[in-house]
């Protein structure tokens, strides 16, 4: 069964600091990995996928992402933060030979202080 | 620009109804999905659908069923509202590789 697990409820940092959101996943084939963000009182908006190819992958709002095989994680990264990243952030992962089922984890809520 | 649109963003409903949420996509997706999102446990899928007519179920379908009679809508039905179906509903439609395109949400309470 695949499971996503983000380990850190709330993350803070400083604006201008760099960010680090963290994901590790478990599928039993390979995964397609996502990023979602969900700022307040609006609906979930997709940041980013991996699917093949580069392990570095590049999003939205300067958002980019590194797919780990070796450690199954798939941490959300961005070097300057903004105050207005402050939002809720879902990692999901989907098993290529599972069909269409997207499993999301727990949410980070991301706090970015001027 | 490509939406997902949820018929109602709150709704207020008794012990017992019958609940439809309705869900319509404009970007011609065979892939569409109902999730549950309560604080703490993150999104959890009620169903799915990945063609006209066609549903599977997804993590926590007790109390719910779904209709998809048109490739663009993907209706949720609780089909006797009970309190801890209190939540906030999210649609979400893809294609087969790509992301998800999410409504903007139903928040439900049932009292």
């Known amino acids: 069964a695949q499971s996503v697990a983000q380990p850190e409820d709330q993350v803070n940092v400083a604006e201008g600091n760099p960010l680090t959101v963290k994901c590790t996943y478990s599928v039993s084939g390979n995964p397609y990995l996502f990023w979602y963000v969900q700022y307040p009182n609006r609906g979930l908006q997709f940041l980013l996928k991996?699917?093949?190819?580069?392990?570095l992958v590049k999003g939205s709002y300067g958002f980019e992402a590194e797919f780990n095989k070796s450690q199954t994680s798939f941490h959300l990264k961005k070097p300057s933060a903004l105050v207005s990243d402050s939002a809720l952030y879902f990692c999901?992962?989907?098993?290529?030979?599972?069909?269409?089922?997207?499993?999301f984890g727990a949410g980070t809520r991301l706090f970015v202080k001027a | 620009d490509v939406k997902v649109t949820q018929s109602s963003r709150y709704l207020v409903k008794r012990t017992g109804e019958k609940v439809f949420l309705e869900c319509v996509q404009d970007m011609d997706h065979e892939n569409m999905f109902w999730y549950r999102q309560d604080p703490g446990l993150g999104l959890r899928l009620i169903y799915f659908?990945?063609?006209?007519?066609?549903?599977e179920k997804g993590d926590i379908p007790e109390g719910y069923s779904v209709s998809r009679e048109k490739k663009e809508r993907f209706s949720l039905i609780l089909e006797s509202a009970s309190t801890n179906q209190t939540s906030m509903y999210l649609c979400?439609?893809?294609?087969?590789?790509?992301?998800?395109?999410f409504g903007s949400g139903t928040r439900l309470t049932v009292v």
């Open positions: 991996y699917i093949t190819g580069d392990n």
């Open positions: 979400a439609s893809s294609l087969s590789q790509g992301g998800y395109t």
């Open positions: 999901a992962v989907r098993d290529v030979t599972g069909g269409f089922k997207t499993i």
């Open positions: 659908s990945y063609d006209v007519k066609m549903k």
